[in-house]
């Protein structure tokens, strides 16, 4: 079935880029997300971005897609203390039939900022 | 801004008890979900519930799980006997659709309940 991979701890300096990296199998994922997650709060949707696009740009985040190598990654310029989180990278294939409108996630990579 | 709610945050339950999780999903969404979290392990889909019938569930979804929506407003998963594997954080989600298409359509997820089996 699909699997969603990515690094468990990140930890950066406040003020630099931070780059959260997660690979899937998938090679039919249409939807590849990032989720963030604070403690005791549930997943919150940072952005997504469709299969056929390369780069999505929302102001701090750079969403970047390599489809040939399954590569998704999520940078955040400028780290602050408070994107201190757990992120999350999910994928979903709605054209699969069954379990189209389940998210698979990896894991999630807990970020910490060091002031 | 609407969101997810569900109850108790916390929840111990001994080994062969049945266990109710509640979720309050936000109002005029049509589509709701449970997903779990094992500590350690990554955020797994149990089940899918539209037009109070389940649309898609996961292996792990077996006749130990069932969910219902007793009324306008409450999502519950039940949990028949209660094993030590199913302590874990369980998440509920709800969305206006099942698939998204547009940014504002996307799965909102409640806090967790954090079920413990002793």
């Known amino acids: 079935g699909e699997d969603v991979e990515q690094s468990l701890f990140l930890s950066v300096r406040e003020g630099d880029s931070s780059v959260i990296n997660c690979t899937y199998t998938?090679?039919?994922?249409?939807?590849l997300y990032w989720y963030k997650q604070e403690p005791g709060a549930g997943l919150q949707l940072l952005t997504y971005?469709?299969?056929?696009?390369d780069m999505k740009q929302d102001q701090r985040l750079t969403v970047l897609l390599n489809k040939k190598d399954k590569h998704l990654s999520l940078r955040i310029a400028d780290t602050q203390t408070g994107d201190s989180a757990i992120y999350f990278c999910?994928?979903?294939?709605?054209?699969?039939?069954?379990?189209?409108?389940?998210?698979?996630f990896g894991k999630g990579t807990k970020l910490s900022v060091i002031p | 801004e609407p969101e997810v709610t569900q109850t108790p945050s916390h929840q111990v339950t001994q080994m062969g008890q049945e266990v109710i999780l509640r979720c309050v999903p936000i109002?005029?969404?049509?589509?709701f979900y449970w997903y779990r979290q094992i500590l350690g392990q990554k955020v797994e889909f149990l089940v899918s519930?539209?037009?109070?019938?389940?649309?898609?569930k996961s292996e792990i979804f077996d006749d130990q799980f069932s969910v219902e929506r007793p009324d306008g407003s409450n999502f519950t998963l039940k949990i028949r006997s209660t094993k030590l594997e199913d302590s874990a954080m369980y998440f509920c989600?709800?969305?206006?659709?099942?698939?998204?298409?547009?940014?504002?359509?996307?799965?909102?997820f409640g806090p967790g309940t954090r079920l413990t089996v002793l």
């Open positions: 989600a709800s969305s206006v659709e099942g698939l998204i298409v547009a940014s504002t359509d996307t799965q909102y």
């Open positions: 998938d090679s039919s994922s249409t939807y």
């Open positions: 971005i469709f299969s056929n696009m």
């Open positions: 999910a994928e979903s294939n709605p054209d699969s039939g069954a379990g189209s409108y389940q998210l698979t």
């Open positions: 109002s005029n969404h049509l589509y």
């Open positions: 519930f539209y037009n109070n019938e389940i649309s898609e």
